[in-house]
């Protein structure tokens, strides 16, 4: 089954969160500006490379996405872009979000797993 993973998602994995291991063989994707948002992560970490061992999971967004996003960011304020492009992303293609963020406990098409 193809799903998205959200920032998070990567994030868990790299840590080897037990909670995490499920989606270890899941087929992924995820957008350009996630990868960024772990890029800069990784980079306030001290650490300088990563981010490109997210690209074959990049999935190009187009404007249909970018229009949707917008939508559900004036709805959900708290949201980074990012994250509203992803959820976007993952609606579009009628697939699952995968996160562990807490803004996105309880919204539909969401599989919220604790880290």
């Not at 193809?2 to 994030?11: G, K, N, S």
């Not at 890029?39 to 229009?67: C, M, Q, S």
């Not at 996160?99 to 604790?114: H, I, R």
């Amino acid at each position: 089954m193809l799903c998205f993973f959200d920032t998070y998602v990567f994030l868990a994995l790299d840590k080897g969160s037990k909670n995490y291991e499920k989606f270890k063989d899941v087929d992924a994707i995820t957008t350009r500006f996630n990868q960024a948002e772990y890029g800069w992560i990784l980079i306030k970490r001290g650490e300088d490379t990563g981010a490109d061992n997210l690209e074959p999971y990049i999935h190009e967004v187009d404007f249909n996405i970018i229009k949707a996003a917008l939508t559900i960011r004036k709805k959900y304020k708290n949201m980074s872009m990012p994250d509203a492009i992803g959820y976007a992303t993952a609606n579009y293609l009628k697939i699952p979000f995968v996160t562990g963020d807490a803004d996105f406990k309880g919204l539909p098409n969401v599989v919220f797993t604790k880290e």
